[in-house]
Nanobody
């Protein structure tokens, strides 16, 4: 059974940077496409970054596109999200999600396509 454990969240000032990590276990990491979602209070969970099995494809939400980078380390079975220039609007619970990749460069774009989820890590950005 796949397990995902997020870490790296916290309380930071606007303008700061954070690197979120998600450790994967219980499956063959290289077979999985990974993503980060976030959910702010009163809002729906949204996809903010995704990376394909091969890391050849990446996708970002417009809200973080120019200041974030998603990466994966297959040797460590870990996916990362580097976020820079954080804003109060980035305050949310951040979730890691995984799904078996249909192709080396395929990316799933909807919440329902992801089968496995972590418990989330809180990010709070103070103004």
């Amino acid at each position: 059974q796949v397990q995902l454990v997020e870490s790296g969240g916290g309380l930071v000032q606007a303008g700061a940077s954070l690197r979120l990590s998600c450790e994967f276990s219980g499956g063959s990491f290289s077979d999985y496409q990974l993503a980060w979602f976030r959910q702010a209070p009163g809002k729906e969970r949204e996809l903010i970054a995704a990376i394909s099995r091969s890391a050849g494809s990446r996708n970002y939400a417009d809200s973080i596109k120019d200041r974030s980078f998603i990466s994966r380390d297959n040797a460590k079975s870990t996916v990362y999200l580097q976020m820079n220039k954080l804003k109060p609007d980035d305050t949310a619970v951040y979730y890691c999600a995984a799904v078996v990749g249909k192709g080396a460069n395929s990316i799933a774009y909807t919440t329902g396509e992801y089968r496995d989820w972590g418990q989330g890590t809180q990010v709070t950005v103070l103004s």
